[in-house]
């Protein structure tokens, strides 16, 4: 059931309340990159692209290679601190967490991904292996010993490792994209096309999982099912400049040549900007910027351990100084949304989240994130406007639609374009709670047997939900 839904034909002023609004954004909030314990897996840019040669005129299979991205933008920065010396704070922070939780595996875990950061394999292999003692049924580790047989080039040592972490557990993000990635390399897009369906079927979505399926669809010369996978993939991320590239050379397979020549548009507005952010930076700021991206990386990793362990204040501490080290840092601020947002403190979760709308403005994940947040704070005209851009970036995800037809209703204005909402809405996403609030926007418009009709559905949906009212006799009258 979704949290918050309201009743249909009560009144909905309680909806206005921080509480109502929070209980959205609960359900829609950003998925994170990291998990602790076994829900942790690296991030990263994918390959995408790969297409066999079938005679046609095409672009070359992979996108040019970007200019280095290791460095982030020195904006917000500290001068003061060289690149040696945020590497030495990340180690520390992440000795204390040993020294604070002796008896517990992550910080090991958590060591052997800040070597892997630092390039250092071996010394990453090595805590990944004494994570693996300590705690044998860490399917994280064994990734991370996948990603370094990676990089050695011992392939079938990285499907190896793979493979067991998919035993250890079968429904961790990244667990079958990673394979998949590796099985491309070699060339056996089949199997990498089963691993990736099943990594489909594994929230949170993931857009990384649909480029490479499209990557794998165009080994096959399956150039329409590639072209649907990059489309996914776009709505995911739609920051990412190699999933228009991966879609340009689809339609290109597909003889369409106008669409083509629009993603490619796309692909070299993004990646003009990728470049430019790199060869604006100089070679002397490099090692300091790269080093605080890796710093603001493993404190948001330990401060996730810390708050999960009841250390709310530590937590806080280390996310903000990540958030400082790096204005790109995206989970940082993510973790300071919910964080703030969860305990009343929306101000500074909305300053958070127009961070993220500043770093990512096609994410339409932000977008809704800060309408909800918005709303709590009653600023309704921002709110809207927020919740507007998520439905206009993301227009087959029904979560904009939701929180969009609920701030209408509260407003109790653009009621016709609510039911029109609410009409898309469980298009997308025919629940019980959903027609339930298309009900309340057909009774707002004074459709008495829209409403009636909405409700016996989501009694078919939901036959002992007593939350579903009945409708009323009487029409309300429209404003």
Request: charged letters at 25%.
């Amino acid at each position: 059931m979704r949290d918050g839904q309201a009743r249909p034909f009560r009144d909905l002023g309680l909806i206005v309340g921080v509480a109502a609004f929070l209980a959205i954004s609960a359900t829609v909030a950003v998925k994170l990159l990291w998990r602790t314990q076994d829900g942790r897996r690296e991030g990263g840019g994918s390959q995408v692209g790969s297409t066999a040669q079938d005679g046609r005129a095409a672009l070359p299979s992979e996108p040019p290679a970007p200019a280095p991205t290791a460095a982030a933008p020195t904006a917000g920065v500290q001068p003061d601190p060289t690149g040696d010396d945020l590497k030495a704070e990340a180690m520390a922070v992440v000795r204390q967490l040993m020294a604070d939780f002796p008896g517990y595996s992550d910080p090991m875990a958590l060591m052997g991904t800040l070597y892997r950061r630092l390039q250092n394999d071996d010394e990453a292999e090595k805590w990944w292996l004494k994570c693996l003692q300590r705690n044998p049924e860490r399917a994280d580790a064994y990734i991370g010993l996948a990603r370094v047989a990676e990089s050695k080039g011992n392939l079938e040592k990285a499907l190896e490792m793979w493979r067991k972490a998919q035993q250890l557990n079968p429904r961790m993000p990244g667990v079958y994209s990673g394979y998949a990635a590796t099985l491309l390399e070699i060339g056996r897009a089949d199997e990498a096309i089963a691993a990736l369906e099943k990594e489909a079927g594994i929230p949170p979505e993931d857009g990384r999982c649909f480029a490479l399926l499209g990557r794998a669809y165009a080994q096959r010369r399956a150039h329409q099912k590639a072209a649907d996978c990059y489309r996914q993939a776009i709505d995911l991320q739609p920051e990412e400049s190699a999933n228009y590239y991966g879609l340009a050379n689809a339609y290109t397979r597909l003889g369409q040549k106008d669409k083509a020549d629009l993603c490619l548009e796309e692909f070299k507005a993004l990646r003009a900007d990728e470049d430019a952010g790199v060869t604006r930076r100089k070679m002397a700021a490099n090692d300091r910027n790269w080093s605080a991206r890796i710093g603001a990386q493993t404190l948001t990793d330990a401060g996730v351990f810390y708050a999960g362990h009841g250390n709310t204040r530590k937590a806080q501490e280390l996310w903000r100084r990540a958030a400082a080290l790096d204005p790109r840092n995206r989970e940082s601020r993510q973790r300071l949304v919910d964080a703030y947002g969860s305990t009343g403190r929306l101000q500074e979760a909305v300053a958070f989240c127009e961070q993220l709308r500043a770093i990512a403005p096609k994410n339409a994940q932000y977008q809704l994130n800060t309408g909800v947040l918005l709303a709590g704070l009653q600023q309704f005209d921002a709110a809207e406007a927020a919740l507007r851009r998520a439905v206009e970036l993301a227009p087959k995800r029904p979560a904009g639609y939701l929180s969009l037809v609920r701030l209408l209703l509260v407003r109790k204005r653009n009621l016709a374009e609510a039911k029109a909402l609410a009409e898309q809405l469980v298009a997308l996403e025919p629940s019980a709670p959903n027609y339930s609030l298309l009900a309340e926007a057909c009774h707002r418009n004074g459709d008495v047997a829209g409403a009636r009709a909405a409700l016996r559905r989501a009694l078919d949906l939901e036959p002992g939900n007593m939350k579903i009212d009945k409708a009323p006799k009487e029409p309300a009258q429209p404003k």
